[in-house]
């Protein structure tokens, strides 16, 4: 069964470095998703890409964020310089084109620790 | 402010018991429905989507209220295996991105 594969699965940084959380959504998927869930705390929206832009962003992604896909497979996410209070699980999601296109299926998640 | 409400339990159940919960949303143009699975610290895996008709998956039953905004969870026969947090997701049409938004989870305990 295809699935959504991302790493690294544990990022350690220090404040205000930059990090780069990698995603390869499942092939015949054309949207693509960026939530972050805070320990404890609700799976929050971040941005969604389709046809190689951004469709919608929440509030949390300022502009220390950011998205791109650079080849046929990988999408990332990129936090130019990390603060505290980005430590979260990242979770990557896609979604396949058609009906059912709003069914997303999760990544197994990147787990980022700034300090 | 659009929410997605659920009941954080935990819902303590026996083995073989049967257990439900419900899950409030409050904007009324939400038009697709999601129940996640999540074990701790892994990812949100999708249990089933839930129609406007109610649907039925082995011993999951998923049931959509849209008079009073509300998606509900049946587990029967409940399997130590259950145990984990249920989380709904609401996708809202309005939103040009397909964004989900969810709700806080609902633990649930299978005990034998």
């Known amino acids: 069964e295809p699935e959504v594969t991302q790493t690294p699965s544990h990022q350690v940084t220090q404040m205000g470095q930059e990090v780069i959380l990698r995603c390869v959504p499942i092939?015949?998927?054309?949207?693509f998703y960026w939530y972050r869930q805070i320990l404890g705390q609700k799976v929050e929206f971040l941005v969604s890409?389709?046809?190689?832009?951004?469709?919608?962003k929440s509030e949390i992604f300022d502009d220390q964020f950011s998205v791109e896909r650079p080849d046929g497979s990988n999408f990332t996410l990129k936090i130019r310089s990390t603060k505290l209070e980005d430590s979260a699980m990242y979770f990557c999601?896609?979604?396949?084109?058609?009906?059912?296109?709003?069914?997303?299926?999760f990544g197994p998640g990147t787990r980022l620790l700034v300090l | 402010r659009k929410e997605v409400e659920q009941d954080p339990g935990p819902f303590n159940v026996p083995e073989g018991a049967t257990v439900a919960f419900n899950c409030t949303y409050s904007n009324s143009a939400s038009q697709s429905f999601f129940w996640y699975r999540q074990d701790c610290r892994k990812e949100p895996k999708l249990l089933m989507s839930?129609?406007?008709s109610g649907n039925e998956d082995g011993r999951f039953t998923a049931q959509l209220n849209r008079a009073s905004q509300y998606i509900s969870l049946l587990i029967r026969d409940s399997k130590l295996s259950d145990s984990a947090t249920y989380l709904c997701a609401v996708n809202e049409l309005e939103a040009a991105g397909n964004k989900l938004t969810f709700g806080g989870g609902t633990r649930v305990l299978v005990k034998p």
């Open positions: 890409f389709y046809n190689n832009e951004i469709s919608e």
């Open positions: 092939s015949n998927h054309l949207y």
């Open positions: 999601a896609s979604s396949a084109p058609g009906q059912g296109e709003e069914t997303q299926y």
């Open positions: 839930v129609y406007s």
